[in-house]
């Protein structure tokens, strides 16, 4: 067996004995399933890597240039529960960089991505409550044009490995931008 390139030796020696063998982790393969606003129109895909547990990152399109929406309008919208003042999201956002979220489904549970993920866009849709269904990372819907941002997922093997992966990725994305990614708000 060759040994492993330096990134996912990086993340053979985070996980240690977390995780049983590399493959865990060198079969983690992030596939599109589309933009916000059409996943809004049609729903998730009926792909059936989304029944399982995973990670999951929300993207900007290339070239993205981010304009925030005020807390008034984005009340208005009901997809922000707490919405940020423009001063603290202008400081907030990170430059350089594609990434607006990294989640995850299974951090204690064998939470499917299908059932985080339709939490995620029923969130960004609107169809909320004074906890969720998806606080984590609302403020991505403070970005004008969120509709065209980019899910993405990558099915991982029960918990705890999804939590371990997120934590990671969330490492390696402080590693190379100085803090986490602009909708993440703890690690």
Same mark, same amino acid.
């Given at each position: 067996?060759?040994? *492993?390139?330096?990134?996912?030796?990086?993340?053979?020696?985070?996980?240690?004995?977390?995780?049983?063998?590399?493959?865990?982790?060198?079969?983690?393969?992030?596939?599109?399933?589309?933009?916000?606003?059409?996943?809004?129109?049609?729903?998730?895909?009926?792909?059936?890597?989304?029944?399982?547990?995973?990670?999951?990152?929300?993207?900007?399109?290339?070239?993205?240039?981010?304009?925030?929406?005020?807390?008034?309008?984005?009340?208005?919208?009901?997809?922000?529960?707490?919405?940020?003042?423009?001063?603290?999201?202008?400081?907030?956002?990170?430059?350089?960089?594609?990434?607006?979220?990294?989640?995850?489904?299974?951090?204690?549970?064998?939470?499917?991505?299908?059932?985080?993920?339709?939490?995620?866009?029923?969130?960004?849709?609107?169809?909320?409550?004074?906890?969720?269904?998806?606080?984590?990372?609302?403020?991505?819907?403070?970005?004008?044009?969120?509709?065209?941002?980019?899910?993405?997922?990558?099915?991982?093997?029960?918990? *705890?490995?999804?939590?371990?992966?997120?934590?990671?990725?969330?490492?390696?994305?402080?590693?190379?931008?100085?803090?986490?990614?602009?909708?993440?708000?703890?690690?």
């Amino acid at each position: 067996m060759p040994l *492993p390139s330096a990134p996912e030796r990086s993340l053979l020696q985070h996980f240690g004995r977390g995780v049983a063998t590399s493959s865990a982790l060198r079969d983690l393969k992030f596939w599109d399933l589309g933009r916000v606003g059409d996943l809004i129109e049609r729903d998730l895909p009926g792909d059936s890597r989304l029944d399982h547990c995973g990670v999951y990152k929300l993207t900007v399109p290339s070239g993205y240039v981010p304009r925030f929406i005020p807390p008034d309008e984005a009340r208005a919208v009901q997809n922000v529960i707490f919405p940020w003042n423009l001063e603290r999201l202008k400081s907030k956002w990170v430059w350089k960089t594609d990434t607006v979220y990294i989640g995850l489904a299974g951090r204690h549970t064998s939470r499917s991505l299908r059932k985080r993920l339709n939490d995620l866009v029923n969130h960004a849709s609107g169809h909320t409550t004074d906890r969720g269904p998806h606080r984590g990372g609302e403020i991505a819907w403070q970005l004008r044009d969120y509709q065209q941002f980019h899910v993405w997922a990558a099915q991982t093997a029960d918990p *705890p490995i999804p939590r371990q992966i997120e934590e990671t990725l969330l490492q390696q994305f402080v590693e190379a931008h100085k803090t986490l990614p602009f909708a993440n708000r703890q690690r």
